[in-house]
Every structure is written in C-alpha cells, then in structure tokens.
C-alpha cells in the first residue's frame, strides 16, 4: 500500500488489507553502530526521500547516498563499502527472512501505509469482493484509510517527505503524521484520536476524514512555508 497512488482510479476500491508487518526502519551499519555514532560526513544509503530527510534533520552532515534494487542487492552494496550505513523497512526484510548484521530499528514516522498489503478490485465486481472479504484485516484496513486520507490531502506520493503512522488501540485510532523539506530543515506534524463512538456507520471514511483534517491543519501551520513536490 506504500507505493499505491494517493488518488484511486475512478471504478477502483481497496477490498481488503492484511494484517500489518512491523512499519517501522531499521537503521544498519558494517560496523553494528547505532544512527547517533555515525561519523562526521558518513554516507547514509537510501532512496526514500522521507528517510532522507529524517536523517537530514537530526544529523544535518551525512552524505545522502541513492540506493536502489532489492534488498538483498542493498546489503550487498553496503558490504562493498559502497555506504557507511543504510535504512530498510522491517516488513521486507521479515517478509523475505532474511538474517541481517545487528540493526537499530529507529522509532522514526514510517511512510504512510508501510508494511501493509492491499487488494484492489472494480468497485463493482462484488464476486471477487466477496471472496476476499475473509482475509481483510479491520484494524488494518482502517489505520491505512487514516494514512490514505492524510496522503490524499496532501497530494503526496513516496517520492515525497511525508510520514504518518494510524493504530487502533482499545478502540480508539492514534494517528501521528508529518511533513518535512527535503533538507530537513523544517518540520511540521500533527496527530489525532478518534475514539469508536465517532465513527458512526462508516468507520473507514472516518478515518479517511481524521487523516484529511490532520493534512489541513498542517497546511494552515505552515502556510506557504510548505514544501510544494
């Protein structure tokens, strides 16, 4: 879900989303440092703009180092010394298996919708609708709305500095979002609680409302201080 469009195609619906994997990075280094003891100057491997700037913005002196290809390909580079460090989603590398060097898993925002899957249909199809409906996860399926909502506002994409996390917790839905320039020199952020009773018939678009309200109010914040991608 990370990587679908914030704007869903006209005919289109998310029919279901399975249990989230963990949506939080883990911060890797050859030598098994933590993000805190990297050197002056070191070279932090990545392509997502979001960590980028996350990094940027507590150690303003790394060197941002583009990193692409799979995972497997991405630890590769890191033992030729081709970085000093590099930042991968947990849910990949829970998903593939895979046995990784000590790592610190940073308690950063995720992007939006990270670690979970969706399932989307015609909106009309309800055949298929039907068939898919046991594997969707409730709590999932509405935390992601709340990110989708906050994405859809903004007219992000992950190609953008955007980050926000939604979780249901006895009954209630915690969301915590923000936007940062590329540098990472400015930040804003905001979070929100919805408790069930406000949820009315349709909990989904609630959500998706929470988060549509949360872009707003940063908007107003940081008025034309915010970064247009």
């Not at 969301?175 to 018939?201: H, N, P, Y």
Request: charged share 25%.
């Amino acid at each position: 879900m990370k990587d679908m469009p914030a704007a869903e195609p006209k005919g289109l619906t998310i029919a279901a989303v399975l249990p989230r994997e963990d949506p939080y990075d883990i911060f890797v280094a050859m030598n098994g440092a933590e993000f805190d003891s990297l050197k002056d100057g070191a070279r932090l491997g990545t392509s997502s703009v979001r960590r980028a700037a996350q990094a940027l913005r507590l150690r303003p002196d790394l060197k941002i180092i583009a990193l692409r290809g799979n995972v497997e390909t991405r630890l590769l580079k890191l033992s030729r010394d081709e970085a000093d460090a590099i930042i991968l989603a947990r849910a990949g590398i829970s998903r593939l298996k895979l046995s990784l060097p000590d790592g610190e898993v940073l308690d950063w925002l995720p992007a939006l919708c990270q670690g979970a899957i969706g399932i989307e249909l015609r909106a009309a199809d309800s055949r298929t609708r039907a068939l898919v409906e046991p594997i969707d996860d409730d709590a999932t399926h509405l935390a992601i709305a709340c990110e989708r909502g906050f994405l859809v506002a903004l007219d992000g994409s992950c190609r953008t500095p955007i980050a926000g996390l939604a979780t249901l917790r006895a009954g209630t839905l915690h969301f915590r979002g923000e936007v940062l320039t590329l540098d990472g020199a400015q930040s804003w952020s905001v979070s929100r609680e919805i408790a069930s009773g406000a949820w009315a018939a349709d909990a989904r678009r609630a959500a998706f409302a929470a988060g549509e309200d949360a872009a707003t109010e940063i908007r107003a914040r940081a008025g034309a201080e915010l970064p247009r991608f």
